[in-house]
């Protein structure tokens, strides 16, 4: 079956990943995360000084601005800054840096579709970049439910978005991914899917539109599978990264 | 949050350096920094980079009802409103002296020096026309955001496509993307501003200042022209005072500019239109 986007063949699968960190001079950290036609850059500011009716005695204070490609920001944008603000908040380890902020602005460059997700990945990406303490990593993977065939697509465009019955946006954890690829390789039968879901620590869940409750939890599933895909996917990209500084400042 | 100053040692640095005929970044005083052009997949989506300051501009459009008393002309609007991600000093919902300055000035660039042909985005006379949208986001601030912000605007708008519609009667058609070919709009010149900035009471003039000789300059100016040696806006706004020969001068050197940049641009373009 073929997609509405014409390049995948699979409604599992995914579009191609893209991300750069480190690309703007003027704030601490930086990072773009592309899932295909959809891109989002992302820049951190932090820890620096914090207006006095923002500030926070025993930890520092999460700001996050969205700005949207087209238009000025409304409600969605709100929404969506307030979504990233309370799911980074318990990762952060903001009790290392109290009364600080930590600024977090989130501009849509190319919009199709997902851009939710695009935006959780390229904020924990900049995080990362700017070296702002994390308990753990998120990943985030969006998928919606095709009003003519009931079928599960991830990571729709805009054009599949409008044919959705019900959209939902998932983060999780990379604790779980972790766990999940540890008990794969030990023991690939023992994996079972229910044990997987199980122990997926799922830190966002937004979803619109009508769905059944077994709907939901086979979303949350095929989500929890792709997500493993975006947290590999950063754990390369910090890899390299890194490498590339130890051999920059080794030389 | 606020901004720190120079420190004193950069900016004596700075001022020795120039006074040796020689800028920090090793361009001359009349060099513009490399300027990168890149395209987005959709049309009318630009992302210029000036050296390390980066400015992505998106044009979109609509139908809209105009004004009874100008019902033929279209709409052309520009959003410049500065994020935080550019610097910090910029914060949400309390607009910068240097953003009105930069809002200001593309307005009058773009929209007073009549760039875009706004009856042309007539459709039903009284009942329908297209409203033209440029947002301009400001990405990374090094300097000299009003020309990196002039050329991704007027890029954008070159490099924009209506749909095409047709028109029967009072009935009008508009063409999605597949149906029909869509139409570029008609763009009378490229205006093009080149920013100045003055040291040591007006003797050094150096375009394109970096952030760091922003803040320490004495003076600017910014010359609005298109590649005819029109002049489309000239502003300067406080500053020291200078000599009329120098502003006279400084044109000359705009010219020159100009003409450069508004090559790179449809050279820029040109390769675009070939890959498409």
Known sequence: ?251 | MKELDSSTNEREFLLAALRDGARIDGRNFYDFRTLRLSFGEDYGAVEVQLGNTRVLAKVSCEVIRPYADKPTEGFLMFNTEMSPMASTVFEIGRPTDEEVLVSRLIEKAMRRSRALDTEGLCIVAGEKVWSIRVDIHFLDHDGNLIDAACIAAITALLHFRRPDVTVVGEEATIHTLEQRNPVPLSVHHIPICVSFAFFDNGERVIVDPTHLEEQIKEGDMTYTLNVHKEVCALSKAGGIAMELDQILQCSKIAVIKVAEITAQIQAALEADAKKR
């Open chain 1, 1 to 251: 079956m073929s997609r509405l986007d014409r390049t995948r063949t699979s409604p599992h699968q995914l579009r191609p990943f893209f991300s750069s960190q480190n690309l703007l001079n003027r704030s601490d950290g930086s990072a773009q995360f592309d899932f295909g036609g959809s891109s989002v850059l992302c820049s951190v500011t932090g820890p620096a000084e914090v207006k006095l009716r923002d500030e926070k005695l025993d930890k520092a204070t999460l700001e996050v601005v969205v700005r949207p490609l087209v238009g000025l920001p409304g409600v969605k944008d709100k929404a969506l800054e307030r979504n990233i603000r309370e799911t980074l908040e318990p990762l952060v380890l903001s009790g290392l840096h109290p009364r600080t902020l930590v600024q977090i602005v989130v501009q849509t460059m190319k919009d199709d579709g997902s851009i939710a997700s695009t935006a959780f990945n390229a904020a924990i990406m900049a995080l990362l970049d700017a070296g702002i303490p994390l308990s753990s990593i998120l990943g985030s993977v969006t998928c919606t439910i095709d009003s003519q065939t009931n079928d599960i697509l991830l990571d729709p465009t805009t054009e599949e978005l409008a044919q959705a019955k019900s959209t939902h946006v998932f983060v999780f954890d990379n604790k779980a991914s972790i766990h999940a690829e540890d008990k794969s390789s030990m023991d690939h039968d023992q994996a079972s899917s229910t044990q997987e879901s199980s122990s997926a620590a799922v830190l966002f869940s937004d979803s619109t539109g009508l769905f059944t409750e077994g709907e939901y939890l086979e979303c949350a599933h095929v989500c929890f599978k792709a997500a493993q895909a975006v947290h590999g996917f950063i754990r390369t990209a910090v890899e390299k990264k890194l490498l590339k500084e130890y051999q920059q400042t080794s030389a």
